[in-house]
């Protein structure tokens, strides 16, 4: 959730979130029980990475306060459980449609996404790029020989939901097709046991 942060970069969001209307510099150090010097020094920061913004100026009868508040990034930091919704509504679609069907959909919605990303024909380090692009850790791995290169993900972005609905592989598979004008081997599978997620893709005579 806070990879990355200290410990008092992460009390500091959690008491912002707590305080949609925004807290100022006393206020956070008095929460945090630290000194005002070292809650400035971690707006500044924070601010500087988008986790946090300047919200409204406060009367206080002397100097008005500067009241900090989080960021729409800031609030992205929490956690988000959309794997639990869009795994009902694959339930639901699939109940309503069937396996083959949901196979369909997947690959369709795969190409749509690629659309969406290139409207020409990619190779495998343009697609890597794409696929970090929509959140997936992708490399190329180069091999000797003019042996066919290969996309490896560490992650998968959709890992829950294909645990539940293996048919979502499929849209990974169109997406690296659809992208490189080609068709795709699934080399290695996380959900079926491998360190990573390993694609070879074959191409379309031009």
């Known amino acids: 959730m806070f990879e990355g942060l200290g410990r008092t970069q992460q009390d500091l969001l959690s008491a912002l979130l707590y305080t949609a209307a925004g807290m100022s510099i006393e206020e ?74 949901l196979v369909q959909l997947m690959r369709s919605l795969g190409e749509k996404m690629a659309a969406d990303l290139s409207a020409t024909r990619l190779d495998e380090q343009q697609i890597a790029a794409h696929m970090k692009d929509v959140g997936y850790e992708s490399e190329v791995f180069f091999r000797s020989g003019g042996a066919p290169a290969q996309i490896v993900a560490h992650n998968c972005v959709f890992h829950q939901l294909a645990e539940a609905h293996p048919e979502v592989c499929e849209l990974d598979l169109a997406l690296i097709g659809s992208l490189g004008g080609g068709k795709v081997q699934h080399l290695e599978c996380m959900l079926r046991g491998g360190q990573v997620c390993r694609f070879e893709l074959t191409r379309k005579p031009s």
């Open 28 to 101: 956070l150090a008095s929460q945090l029980s630290v000194t005002r010097t070292a809650v400035r020094q971690h707006l500044a920061a924070l601010e500087r990475d988008g986790l946090v913004v300047r919200g409204d100026l406060r009367a206080t009868g002397r100097r008005p306060e500067q009241l900090y508040r989080l960021s729409a990034h800031g609030r992205e930091l929490f956690p988000r459980h959309y794997h639990l919704l869009a795994n009902l509504l694959i339930d639901e679609v699939a109940s309503l449609i069937g396996h083959e069907a």
